[in-house]
């Protein structure tokens, strides 16, 4: 369960990306965020694993409050949160299997990860997550070499590898063939099987009424919707795509 309550974020100059949104996430749900470009859904995902640091409120993960922990704490909290770019962040010039291992050194200490001397255990377990996203052919091929659809899996199953609590994706399908995106899509709903609360900040529409078991609508750093996509009518779509068409 993540409960979030009263978050704010104001950025350096003056941007309130977000006000006072509050809500509670159950285990194993698929979450959608929709909203108009600028209206604060990557900083609510940042600061859900804290490559933003909230103004305020309270993010509770299993209980714990992660909106302000630091040094150690926060390592180990983050951990148990996998997170999905658009732009993939692969390092290029390293196999699949290295870019999937990577996942572990939240893990590990500084010495071991630097080495790159992971376990056996850990090997196998990159491998399993390569063979869940349908990449097991793939392995030794240096990310340079990968389709974005591909890179896309690696870093899923780079996320995957950090056995997340919860698994926040941003714009994940924005990078890569629309074709591909129903696989993508499928793959990460998949997680909620295993208990794996995923979040997905998704700009087209069809697919968060498609995938989302909830949807949640920002309108100007502000929650203003938060329900299942058949409440989500077009009166509602029209409330939170409201605004300036020079914010798009
Ligand atoms: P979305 O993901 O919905 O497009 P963002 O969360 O990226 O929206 O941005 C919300 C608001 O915060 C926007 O007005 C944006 O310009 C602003 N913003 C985002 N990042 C920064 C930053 N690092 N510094 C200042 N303003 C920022």
């Given at each position: 369960?993540?409960?979030?309550?009263?978050?704010?974020?104001?950025?350096?100059?003056?941007?309130?990306?977000?006000?006072?949104?509050?809500?509670?996430?159950?285990?194993?749900?698929?979450?959608?965020?929709?909203?108009?470009?600028?209206?604060?859904?990557?900083?609510?995902?940042?600061?859900?694993?804290?490559?933003?640091?909230?103004?305020?409120?309270?993010?509770?993960?299993?209980?714990?409050?992660?909106?302000?922990?630091?040094?150690?704490?926060?390592r180990k909290l983050r951990r148990r949160i996998g997170f999905v770019f658009q732009s993939f962040n692969l390092v290029e010039r390293l196999s699949a299997l290295e870019n999937v291992l990577s996942g572990r050194l939240g893990y590990y200490g500084r010495l071991q990860g630097v080495l790159g001397l992971y376990s056996a255990a850990d090997k196998q377990l990159a491998l399993d997550a390569l063979k869940r996203v349908g990449l097991e052919e793939k392995t030794n091929t240096t990310a340079s070499n990968l389709s974005g659809g591909q890179k896309q899996r690696v870093a899923i199953a780079r996320a995957l590898v950090q056995e997340p609590k919860l698994m926040l994706a941003d714009e994940p399908t924005a990078s890569i063939d629309p074709k591909l995106s129903g696989v993508i899509m499928d793959l990460l709903k998949s997680f909620t099987n295993d208990g794996i609360t995923v979040i997905v900040n998704i700009h087209v529409l069809e697919l968060a009424r498609e995938y989302a078991e909830r949807i949640l609508g920002f309108n100007k750093g502000k929650l203003i919707f938060d329900g299942t996509p058949s409440q989500l009518t077009d009166a509602e779509v029209e409330r939170i795509y409201a605004g300036s068409v020079a914010d798009l």
């Open positions: 369960m993540i409960e979030v309550q009263h978050l704010s974020k104001v950025f350096a100059d003056g941007t309130k990306a977000l006000d006072d949104v509050s809500l509670s996430i159950p285990d194993g749900q698929f979450v959608c965020v929709i909203g108009l470009s600028g209206a604060g859904k990557s900083t609510f995902m940042r600061c859900l694993n804290r490559l933003n640091d909230p103004t305020a409120g309270k993010i509770l993960i299993e209980g714990q409050d992660i909106a302000f922990a630091q040094g150690r704490n926060l």
